[in-house]
Nanobody
Framework: QVQLVESGGGLVQPGGSLRLSCAAS????????VAWYRQAPGQERILVAV???????NYADSVKGRFTISRDNAKNTVSLQMNSLKPEDTARYYC???????WGQGTQVTVSS
């Protein structure tokens, strides 16, 4: 089973930036589409961005133009660059492999002044 470890979360002011990383334990990571989800307290977990094995990217409307997902197969990592952060971006962010259905433990992002 591929282990996923997220990092890069923290507290940032509105308008600031953070870069999240998802590190995978196996090189087979490159064979999977990878997604970032987020979950705010009391809310459902929702899709933020996804990158396919071929590098195709898709984003939730709420983050388009502000977030960028990328992958480095040589390092078994997927990153989420988050710019122009808003308080409503506050959530726990999770790395996910849709197939076979693996999740990381998440990293907390808090946007507040």
């Amino acid at each position: 089973q591929v282990q996923l470890v997220e990092s890069g979360g923290g507290l940032v002011q509105p308008g600031g930036s953070l870069r999240l990383s998802c590190a995978a334990s196996e090189t087979t990571f490159r064979n999977y589409n990878v997604a970032w989800y987020r979950q705010a307290p009391g809310q459902e977990r929702i899709l933020v961005a996804v990158i396919t094995t071929l590098g195709t990217r898709n984003y939730a409307d709420s983050v388009k133009g502000r977030f960028t997902i990328s992958r480095d197969n040589a390092k078994n990592t997927v990153s989420l660059q988050m710019n122009s952060l808003k308080p409503e971006d506050t959530a726990r962010y999770y790395c996910h492999l849709p197939l076979p259905g693996y999740w990381g433990q998440g990293t907390q992002v808090t946007v507040s002044s």
